[in-house]
C-alpha cells in the first residue's frame, strides 16, 4: 500500500478537484486545436495495438482522439469523468488522483499530458505509475515550455486561454531528475507545436517543417521514459548472423572466435552471391564444427539488409546478433553486447568504431568523417545519442525485433543495408539504444564490398526519407 499523502498535498489536490468540478467539460476552440495537435503527436508515438492509460484525462478529449487497441482514463474530477465517459464510450474511466493510482491491470503505454504541473507530489505520481506497468511500458509526458509562460500568461488575460489552478512549472532538467528519482529512465526528449493553431493551414506548415530547427521555442515539450534497468527473466539464448559474401577466408575464424554465450549461442551463415568460394567454405566448416550449434543458408535477394533479414528469420535465440563476415569488429567483443541487453541497460545495443583507437588501415579518412558527420545527424534524428551508425553489430532481444518487423510498413523496405531499418524501427517504438564501443580492427582477408560514393549517396537518402517520417511529422 502506498503511504498516505501528507495533508499540504491533499489541500492541494481538493483545490485542483474543486475547480475542475465547476470548469467547463467543454474546452475553448484554441484548446481543441492545441490538443488535436497532441494527438498527431501521440498518435506518431503509440503502437495502434497498444493499451493506454492517461494520468489527468479531463474530459477524454485527447484520449478519444489517440489511435489504441484499449484506452483507460484517470482523474480527480467527477465532473471531468462524467463528461469523459459521453465524449469517449469505447473507454474506461476511473476517478482517481494520479498519486494514488490504483488499478489492477499493467498498460503498455502511459500518457501523462500537460497534466504534472498540477500534481501535487510529481514523484509520487511517477511512482505510482509502476504499479500499472509492465518491463516494456513507455511513459509519455509532454507539458509546456517556461519560455511560453508570458505568453500563456497573456491569452489567459484576454480570454484566448482557459483559467488553471495554482500550478507548476517545470523545466526539462527538473523531470529529467524527477523521472530517476521515481525510477524511470528517459529514452528522447523532443520539442514541437511553434504555432498552436491551424491560421488557414500555415501553423500545420510552420510545426511541420520549421519546430524541428527551433526546438528550444517549441511550445511542448515531449519526453519518452521507461521503467529503470529490468534485467531478462531468465538466461537467454543467443543468435549470431554473419552475412557472408566473398568472405571465404574468414569463416573459420568467424566459428573459432565467436565466444558461446548466455544460455547457448548459434551461427547463423547467410551467404549473398559470392564470387569466391565462401558457400563451399561456409559448409566445409560448419561440417567440421559439430560441437557448435550452427546454420547455414544462401539469400535469394541481394544486399547485407536482405541478408540480415533472411538470418533473422531462422534464428532461434532470445537475443539476436549481427556480426559481419570482414571480422572487422572482433567476435570477442560480442559478450559486451550480450550483458547490455540482458542486464536491462538498454534495448537496442549499437557497436562503436570511434571511441578507442583503430588499426591504422582499419577506416579511410573519408569514411571516418562521413561516419561522424552520419552519427551527428543520426543523434538529431532518433533524439537519442548515436555516435556511430554504420557499424555492422546491431543487437536487440527477438521480441524487439518482431515489433520492429510487424511496423516496417511504415517506413518501408528501402534500406539494403540492414542497419537503418533496425535504428529507425527502434526509434519509431521508441526503444532504449545504447553505444557500446569496440575496438575496430583492419581486414585480413578480401576486400570491402562497400562503394563509397554510391552507398554514400544511398545513405544521404535514407537520411531524408526517415527525416521525413520521424522530424517533420
Known amino acids: 500500500m502506498p503511504s498516505p499523502l501528507s495533508a499540504l498535498a491533499r489541500e492541494h489536490l481538493d483545490r485542483v478537484r474543486a475547480f475542475y468540478d465547476e470548469a467547463p467539460t467543454e474546452p475553448q476552440a484554441g484548446a481543441r486545436a492545441y490538443r488535436a495537435l497532441l494527438a498527431h503527436y501521440y498518435n506518431l508515438l503509440i503502437p495502434p495495438d497498444a493499451s493506454v492509460l492517461e494520468i489527468g484525462c479531463g474530459s477524454g478529449t485527447l484520449l478519444g482522439a489517440v489511435r489504441a487497441r484499449k484506452k483507460t482514463g484517470i482523474d480527480l474530477s467527477p465532473a471531468q469523468v462524467a463528461a469523459a465517459r459521453c465524449n469517449v464510450p469505447d473507454a474506461e474511466f476511473h476517478v482517481q488522483a494520479g498519486e494514488l493510482l490504483e488499478l489492477a ?55 484566448l486561454k482557459a483559467r488553471q489552478p495554482q500550478n507548476s512549472w517545470l523545466a526539462s532538467s527538473d523531470l529529467r531528475n524527477l523521472l530517476r528519482l521515481a525510477g524511470w529512465t528517459p529514452v528522447t526528449r523532443q520539442s514541437r507545436i511553434l504555432v498552436p493553431f491551424d491560421l488557414f493551414g500555415i501553423g500545420s506548415l510552420v510545426n511541420r517543417c520549421l519546430a524541428p530547427f527551433f526546438q528550444w521555442f517549441c511550445l511542448t515539450v515531449f519526453f519518452v521514459a521507461r521503467r529503470g534497468r529490468t534485467p531478462l527473466a531468465k538466461p537467454a539464448t543467443v543468435s549470431v548472423i554473419i552475412p557472408a559474401r566473398n568472405e571465404a577466408g574468414n569463416i573459420p575464424a568467424a566459428v573459432a572466435r565467436t565466444p558461446e554465450m548466455g544460455a547457448g549461442t548459434e551461427l547463423i551463415f547467410v551467404e549473398g552471391h559470392s564470387r569466391d568460394n565462401t558457400w563451399a567454405e561456409i559448409q566445409r566448416v560448419a561440417a567440421g564444427n559439430p560441437q557448435r550449434k550452427i546454420k547455414i543458408l544462401q539469400q535469394t535477394g541481394k544486399g547485407k539488409g536482405d541478408a540480415v533479414r533472411a538470418g533473422f528469420a531462422v534464428a532461434t535465440g532470445d537475443i539476436l546478433m549481427i556480426l559481419d563476415a570482414d571480422l572487422t569488429m572482433p567476435p570477442e567483443e560480442l559478450p559486451k553486447f550480450h550483458d547490455v541487453i540482458a542486464s536491462g541497460g538498454a534495448e537496442f545495443a549499437n557497436g562503436v568504431r570511434l571511441v578507442y583507437p583503430m588499426d591504422e588501415k582499419a577506416m579511410q579518412f573519408l569514411n571516418l568523417c562521413a561516419n561522424k558527420a552520419f552519427g551527428l545527424i543520426f543523434t538529431w534524428l532518433l533524439g537519442q545519442p548515436v555516435k556511430d551508425t554504420l557499424c555492422g553489430t546491431k543487437v536487440l532481444t527477438r521480441a524487439h525485433y518482431e515489433r520492429i518487423a510487424a511496423n516496417r510498413a511504415y517506413f518501408g523496405d528501402f534500406d539494403p543495408f540492414g542497419d537503418f531499418d533496425l535504428l529507425f524501427g527502434a526509434a519509431k517504438l521508441n526503444l532504449k539504444i545504447a553505444d557500446v564501443p569496440i575496438r575496430y580492427r583492419e581486414r585480413t582477408y578480401g576486400t570491402t564490398n562497400i562503394q563509397r560514393w554510391k552507398h554514400g549517396w544511398l545513405l544521404l537518402r535514407m537520411v531524408l526519407f526517415a527525416a521525413r517520417k520521424l522530424k517533420f511529422v
Open 105 to 159: 491491470e499493467k498498460f503498455d503505454v502511459i500518457i501523462v499530458s500537460d497534466t504534472l504541473n498540477l500534481a501535487a507530489d510529481v514523484q509520487r505520481l511517477l511512482e505510482r505509475l509502476h504499479t500499472v506497468a509492465h518491463a516494456d511500458t513507455r511513459l509519455i509526458l509532454n507539458f509546456q515550455n517556461t519560455l511560453w509562460r508570458p505568453l500563456l500568461s497573456i491569452a489567459r488575460g484576454i480570454g
